[in-house]
């Protein structure tokens, strides 16, 4: 599927440069063309207003001059009499220049060709010549123009449109495969994540719905019994149908947040108090499993944030924390004011997280100890929704393991200055 996405890309993109550029070419090549022409026709009326007197050399493919500011074209002129039946070339009479018959006949053939086609300018294809005529006292005077000079350009332009086209092309087949493989990478990415995802929350919801049914096969198997006597088992499907839900709940808010639903309601709140309050009922679970929970709160610090948001990325970092200890082992809460912002830190002693692996605890449905995740209850989802809080927020979280100072998961916001001057 991500192959074929590439290729559509790439085709997509070289099909809309290739008429860009042939619509910029043809658009150029008639430009040129007409700019051409009205070059062309121009010289020929300027040429045309010359006094015989003021003739041009001869020279040239028959009587081609180059004697004038159009020197870059070829061009001569004709003087027809009517009356005398006669012509001159370039104003020279027939006999002081010495045609011979069939330069004589050339010219004989382009006067009747003038004549006949009854109007002022054209193009005489057969000898590849533009003429435009006047009308004088006797007859016409009739500026002849070699069309070479235009084909030569034109054709010029085509080599350098194909050149030019070619290159371009090849150019943009490189840049869009490399633009294709980096605009399809976060489609892949999310791809890759989404099927992941399916294939962990399957294999999550397997053995809830195994326990349901086994459990739920043993009270059907003893139909006549009591239900106090059936209670165990129905508190089991009680615990799993609760993890169920748990997990499609965590599910659906991170769905959310992937379509950018998720709004948090934002008001100025005190930081400080919050967090004592989440910590609060970790003192019971501190003490159960013989942990020491140590905090450090600096009083009255506000941000602008939502307080049901920070109180469930509390109690997930805080609970994390607990999980992720090692026996007897000690966790630390702080929540200070470092220059403008307000820098809550859970740390926890035990063993550290891998470096390899810091960079996914984020990641949905990513343990890193995959032997505990079952007895604590856990599904890879919390640091995932933390994660997701904390970006509706639009504060920072990161996260620092090491063997010698343990693991440390720092949340940092901006702290509302206004509230404190008041």
Known sequence: MIRKLRVKFVFTNMLIVSIVLIMAFVFIYFSTANNLRSDSISAMKEISKIKTS??????????????????????????????????????????????????????NTLIRTVYSAGISEGIIDEYNLRYYSVDTIHGKRIVFLDKEYEDITLKQLVITFIFVGTSALTAFLFISIIISKLIVAPVEKSLKQQMQLVADASHELKTPITVISANTDILMANRDSHINEQMKWLEYIKTEAGRMTELVNNMLFLAKTDENKLVQAKSVINLSDIVNSCILPFESISYENNKNLSINITPNIYIKSNENAI???????????????????????????????AVITVWNSGRPIPPDQLPHVFERFYRVDKSRSRTEGGYGLGLSIAKSIIESLNAKINVRSSEESGTAFTCTFKVYKEHQRN
Not at 61 to 90: A, G, H, P
Not at 318 to 340: C, M, P, T, W
């Open 54 to 107: 003021e003739a041009f050399s001869v020279y040239g493919r028959f009587f081609m001059n180059t004697d004038n500011e159009y020197s870059y074209l070829s061009t001569f002129t004709v003087d027809t009499n009517d009356i005398s039946m006669k012509y001159q070339i370039n104003g020279f009479e027939v006999d002081a220049i010495n045609i011979n018959e069939q330069q004589n006949d050339y010219i």
């Open 311 to 341: 109180k469930q990325l509390i109690n997930i970092i805080v609970d994390n924390a607990f999980k992720y200890s090692d026996e007897h082992g000690r966790i630390n809460v702080s929540v200070l004011e470092v220059q403008d912002n």
